[in-house]
């Protein structure tokens, strides 16, 4: 599962253009959509400002 701390995030959009299955919506807070997340971390590990966590 996919955390994200929304008092670190800055809303960038970085994590929104690398998830390959759309599985993040950026507005006013970033959040996910938990039926399309996979759990690839390949947003934690883009995420310039540490703000995702994978939880297992």
Do not use: F, R, W, Y
């Not at 955390?3 to 807070?29: F, H, K, M, R, W």
């Not at 399309?36 to 966590?53: F, G, H, M, R, Y």
């Amino acid at each position: 599962m996919l955390l994200i701390n929304t008092t670190v995030c800055d809303l960038c959009g970085t994590c929104v253009g690398v998830c390959p299955e759309s599985a993040l919506l950026l507005n006013q807070t970033l959040s996910v959509i938990a039926d399309k997340c996979t759990d690839c971390s390949v947003c934690v590990s883009i995420c310039p400002v540490a703000a995702l966590k994978q939880e297992k």
